[in-house]
């Protein structure tokens, strides 16, 4: 079992930034071997997908609505992913989820990432 406690979340203006983390835990063998994974989720709206980083050193996979404005990276010594959010939109207001899946990157669909932290609110005013 891998416990997943994301943080970083607050209210923002437009154009603003906000970093979030996401600190693993629980009896693996090494957070290195997880693919992680952020998704959002919008009052309303589906589970969407926003980045994600492979195992070990990390090749990632960002939605187009993101490209360019986040980063994710990974700090495997500390257990800790992170999603850097530059030129924040009010689009982007949202609950940030951490996900993970052990092994190499599947795709995009929440069912591939079987664990999941609560999340942290993203709220970005115009």
């Known amino acids: 079992q891998v416990s997943l406690v994301e943080s970083g979340g607050g209210v923002v203006q437009a154009g603003d930034s906000l970093r979030l983390s996401c600190a693993a835990s629980?009896?693996?063998?090494?957070?290195?071997?997880?693919?992680m994974g952020w998704f959002r989720q919008a009052p309303g709206k589906e589970r969407e997908f926003v980045a994600a980083i492979s195992p070990g050193a990390g090749r990632t996979y960002y939605a187009d609505s993101v490209k360019g404005r986040f980063t994710i990276s990974r700090d495997n010594a500390k257990n800790t992913a992170y999603l850097q959010m530059n030129s924040l939109e009010p689009e982007d207001m949202a609950l940030y989820l951490c996900?993970?899946?052990?092994?190499?990157?599947?795709?995009?669909?929440?069912?591939?990432?079987?664990?999941r932290g609560p999340g942290t609110q993203v709220t970005v005013s115009s």
């Open positions: 629980g009896p693996f063998v090494t957070f290195s071997a997880y693919t």
């Open positions: 996900t993970s899946r052990k092994g190499p990157y599947t795709g995009i669909w929440a069912n591939d990432y079987p664990y």
